[in-house]
């Protein structure tokens, strides 16, 4: 069975940083896609980053330049670097894991970012 249990969420400032971690338990860590999603209140669930199986890495515009995703096998873990946080970035955030057509989820991290 995985699972998956984000950290790293909290209140920032505008123009402050947090560092997102996703970490997952069970089996077949390193053949799997992962992906971070983000929610806010009234909102859809978005896509914010994703990184594959051989760590090539895709970003939605809105992120792009501002948050790094990464990953390290090893340690079962994804990472998601936010700098240059914004007020519109507030939301729920997601560790997603693809197996195939499997999926996981977390329960999500709050990250609101507000002076």
């Known amino acids: 069975q995985v699972q998956l249990v984000e950290s790293g969420g909290g209140l920032v400032q505008p123009g402050g940083s947090l560092r997102l971690s996703c970490a997952a338990s069970g089996s077949a860590f390193s053949f799997s896609a992962r992906a971070w999603y983000r929610q806010a209140p009234g909102k859809q669930r978005e896509l914010v980053a994703g990184i594959t199986r051989s760590s090539n890495t895709n970003y939605a515009d809105s992120v792009k330049g501002r948050f790094t995703i990464s990953r390290d096998n090893a340690k079962k873990m994804v990472y998601l670097q936010m700098n240059s946080l914004k007020p519109e970035d507030t939301a729920v955030y997601y560790c997603?894991?693809?197996?195939?057509?499997?999926?996981?989820w977390g329960q999500g991290t709050q990250v609101t970012v507000s002076s």
């Open positions: 997603k894991m693809s197996l195939g057509s499997i999926v996981y």
